[in-house]
C-alpha cells in the first residue's frame, strides 16, 4: 500500500516531479513554521494555515487517494457489495498509512537534515516527537477500527501495522525493503476482503497483483537519486505489461467472477488496464532510456499514481464495476491535489 502503507525511498536531492512545489530554503522553511509566532489575527490565522500545510506535506496527503481502492478492490473479490465493515477496513487503511508516512520521516530525520532542510521536521515546522506520537496514534487507531470489522480483519491488520514499522525504522535500505513494501500493500488488499468476507483466500490472486506492481515501483524507486541501470525500469516495464494482460482477462477466469453486463465490464476492464499502463509504462520506459535521476523519479510517481487504475481494473475483473468506477474517481483528485502536495 504505502501503506499506505509504507512508501518507496524518497529522492534526497531533487523535488519529486509530480509536485509543483518550490524547494525552500532552510531559512524559507522556518519563516513559516508556527513556531516564529506572530501577535496580529493575521499572522495567527497565518501560523495555522502553515502548520497545517506541514502536517499536509508530512502525511502526504494526496496519496491517500491511493489506499480506498486497496480494500474496495479486496472486498470485491469476497462476491459481496461493500458494507460497513468495508468503510471501517477503508479507515483502517488510512490510519496504518499515514502512520507509516510520519514514521517515516520520524527515521530519516537525521538525513533529511542535511539533504532535505525543507521537508517539516528538520525545517522546525513540526516537532519530532510529534510526528513519532502522531505514527503511534494513527497505528492505534488503525487497529482499534480493523478490530471493530471483525476478529479476521484485525487478523491481517496487526502484520500490516507490523510490517510497516519495520519497513520504516528497519528495512527500507536493506535488500529486503521492495519485498516488505510490496508485503504490505498486498496486506491491506486483504484487509478489504476479510472485513467484508471474513476470509483472505479469494483475494489472493488480486493482493499477488497488487504486490508485484508495488515491488517493480519499490525497487525502481532505488534509483532516484542517483539513477543507473535501466535495468530496474525494463523489469518494471515488462511487469505492466504482464499485470495489464491479467487484467483483461474474461469472466470465469481464476480469480474472477462473472458480471450480469459482461460487454460493458469487459469494456471497463479494458479501460482501466489501459489507463494502468500508460499511467506506469509511459515513465517508465523513458526512464529505461535515460535511466537519470529525474525520469526515475517521473516513473516511480507514475507507478504511484497507477495504483488506482490498477485497483479499479481488480474490481472490475471480480465484477464490481461500481467499485471499480468509483476507484477509478478518486485519480482526478488525486492528480490535482499532487500538484500542490508530493505524493512521495
Request: glycine share 10%; charged share 10%; hydrophobic share 45%.
Amino acid at each position: 500500500m504505502t501503506p499506505r502503507s509504507p512508501r518507496p525511498n524518497r529522492p534526497t536531492t531533487t523535488s519529486p516531479p509530480q509536485s509543483s512545489i518550490p524547494r525552500q530554503s532552510q531559512s524559507q522553511s522556518r519563516s513559516q513554521s508556527p513556531r516564529a509566532g506572530t501577535t496580529s489575527g493575521a499572522g495567527a490565522g497565518a501560523g495555522a494555515g502553515a502548520g497545517a500545510r506541514a502536517w499536509a506535506e508530512l502525511l502526504r496527503l494526496p496519496a491517500l487517494f491511493t489506499v480506498p481502492g486497496d480494500a474496495l478492490a479486496g472486498a470485491a473479490t469476497t462476491g459481496n457489495r461493500p458494507n460497513p465493515r468495508t468503510l471501517l477496513a477503508i479507515a483502517s487503511s488510512l490510519c496504518l498509512y499515514e502512520a507509516g508516512m510520519a514514521l517515516n520521516d520520524w527515521a530519516d530525520q537525521t538525513e533529511d537534515a542535511l539533504e532535505r532542510p525543507h521537508r517539516p521536521l528538520p525545517s522546525g515546522r513540526i516537532h519530532p516527537s510529534a510526528a513519532l506520537v502522531a505514527a503511534g496514534t494513527l497505528t492505534a487507531a488503525g487497529l482499534a477500527l480493523a478490530a471493530r470489522a471483525g476478529r479476521p480483519a484485525l487478523a491481517v491488520a496487526a502484520p500490516l501495522a507490523a510490517t510497516v514499522w519495520a519497513y520504516d525504522l528497519a528495512l527500507k535500505r536493506t535488500p529486503a525493503g521492495p519485498a516488505a513494501m510490496a508485503t504490505a500493500r498486498g496486506l491491506d488488499l486483504l484487509l478489504g476482503a476479510t472485513a467484508t468476507g471474513g476470509s483472505a483466500r479469494p483475494a489472493l490472486p488480486a493482493a499477488l497483483t497488487l504486490a508485484t506492481h508495488t515491488l517493480a515501483v519499490t525497487t525502481v524507486s532505488r534509483g532516484e537519486t542517483r539513477g543507473g541501470s535501466p535495468l530496474a525500469p525494463l523489469a518494471a516495464l515488462a511487469a505492466t505489461g504482464t499485470l495489464a494482460w491479467t487484467l483483461t482477462r474474461p469472466p470465469g477466469a481464476p480469480g474472477t467472477a462473472p458480471s450480469r453486463h459482461p460487454a460493458a465490464a469487459s469494456s471497463l476492464r479494458t479501460v482501466l488496464a489501459a489507463a494502468f499502463v500508460t499511467t506506469s509504462g509511459r515513465p517508465l520506459l523513458h526512464a529505461a532510456l535515460n535511466p537519470s535521476p529525474p525520469l526515475t523519479q517521473r516513473a516511480v510517481g507514475g507507478g504511484i499514481r497507477a495504483m488506482i487504475p490498477l485497483q479499479a481494473a481488480l474490481a472490475a475483473r471480480s465484477g464490481a464495476l461500481a467499485s471499480a468506477l468509483l476507484t477509478a474517481a478518486l485519480a482526478p483528485a488525486a492528480r490535482r491535489f499532487a500538484r500542490k502536495v508530493s505524493v512521495t
